[in-house]
C-alpha cells in the first residue's frame, strides 16, 4: 500500500500541475484533443515495451474504453450545464464515495479508517466547489458514476494486464477517434496547438493517469475507495499553486484544503 500511496499522491501532483497549465493555455477542445494526442504518442513506447495483456483483460479493456469515451461525453455536457468550478469537484468528489459504496457492497467489507479517510477527503473536494448548486450537482452526477465505473472496471482488469499497457489500450479508441475526426474537420485549428506547452500538458495527462492505473494495480478491491480519493487530492495541489500565484485564497477554499489533507493522513496511517 506505501507504494501504491506514492504512485497515486504522484499522479495527484502532475494532475494538478498539468491543469495550471491547461488553464493558462487557448480555450477550446483543440488544445485537450492535441495534448491527448502528444501525450498519447509519447507513450507509446512504454506501453509497447511493458506489452502485457493476458486473454482475460480484453472484456475490461472494452468496458473500460467504453467507459473512458463516455466519462469525456459527460464531462463536456456538464461543463455545457453548469460552471466548470463547481461541476468539476462535485464529481470528482462524489466519485469516491460511489466507489466506497460499490467496494463495500462488492467486496463484502471496507476498512473503516479508509472509509472515513474518502468521507473527508470527498467533503474537502465538494467544500471547494463554490456555487456547487442542485443544478451543478445534478450535471455532474453522470460524470462521477462513469468515473467510478471506469476506475472500478480498471481495477479488475489490471490483475491481467500491465498498467501502461491497460492505459493505452483503453485510451486509444478515444484519442484516435477524436485526432482523426478533428484533423478531417478542421485540421489547422488542431495542428496550430502543436507547440511545448500542449505536449507538456499531454505528459502530465497521461503521466497522471498511467501512475493512478500503477497504484490501482497494487491494491485490493477493499483499497480501490482509498486510492480513488487520495487521486482527487490533485485539487488540494491546484489550491496550493493557486496561492503561490494570487497569495489569496475564499475561506470555504481554505476549509476544503485542510480537509483534503486530514483525509489523506488518515488514509497514511491507515
Not at 25 to 47: E, M, S
Not at 137 to 156: D, F, H, M, N, Q
Request: hydrophobic share 60%; aromatic share 8%; net charge positive.
Amino acid at each position: 500500500m506505501r507504494l501504491a500511496l506514492i504512485l497515486v499522491l504522484s499522479s495527484a501532483l502532475l494532475h494538478a500541475l498539468w491543469n495550471v497549465l491547461l488553464a493558462n493555455a487557448p480555450k477550446g477542445f483543440d488544445v485537450n484533443i492535441a495534448a491527448n494526442a502528444l501525450g498519447f504518442a509519447a507513450w507509446t513506447p512504454l506501453a509497447l515495451i511493458r506489452w502485457r495483456v493476458d486473454e482475460a483483460a480484453w472484456g475490461y479493456l472494452a468496458v473500460s474504453a467504453c467507459f473512458s469515451a463516455t466519462y469525456f461525453l459527460l464531462l463536456n455536457v456538464a461543463y455545457a450545464r453548469a460552471p466548470v468550478h463547481a461541476a468539476y469537484p462535485v464529481a470528482r468528489g462524489l466519485a469516491p464515495v460511489l466507489l466506497l459504496v460499490l467496494a463495500s457492497s462488492i467486496a463484502g467489507r471496507v476498512d473503516p479508517r479508509a472509509g472515513l479517510g474518502v468521507l473527508i477527503i470527498s467533503a474537502g473536494i465538494l467544500l471547494t466547489a463554490s456555487g456547487a448548486d442542485r443544478r451543478s450537482i445534478l450535471a455532474a452526477a453522470p460524470v462521477a458514476v462513469s468515473l467510478t465505473c471506469y476506475t472500478y472496471v480498471a481495477s479488475l482488469g489490471l490483475k491481467h494486464a500491465d498498467p501502461a499497457t491497460y492505459f493505452w489500450l483503453s485510451m486509444a479508441p478515444l484519442i484516435v477517434i477524436a485526432t482523426v475526426s478533428r484533423l478531417f474537420t478542421d485540421a489547422a485549428a488542431f495542428t496550430v496547438h502543436l507547440r511545448p506547452v500542449t505536449f507538456a500538458i499531454g505528459l502530465g495527462s497521461v503521466g497522471a493517469h498511467g501512475l493512478m492505473l500503477a497504484a490501482l494495480s497494487l491494491v485490493t478491491a477493499a483499497q480501490v475507495p482509498a486510492i480513488a480519493a487520495l487521486r482527487e487530492t490533485g485539487i488540494l495541489f491546484v489550491v496550493a499553486l493557486s496561492w503561490l500565484t494570487v497569495r489569496k485564497m475564499a475561506a470555504h477554499t481554505a476549509v476544503g484544503a485542510l480537509l483534503i489533507f486530514g483525509g489523506v493522513v488518515v488514509l497514511a496511517i491507515n
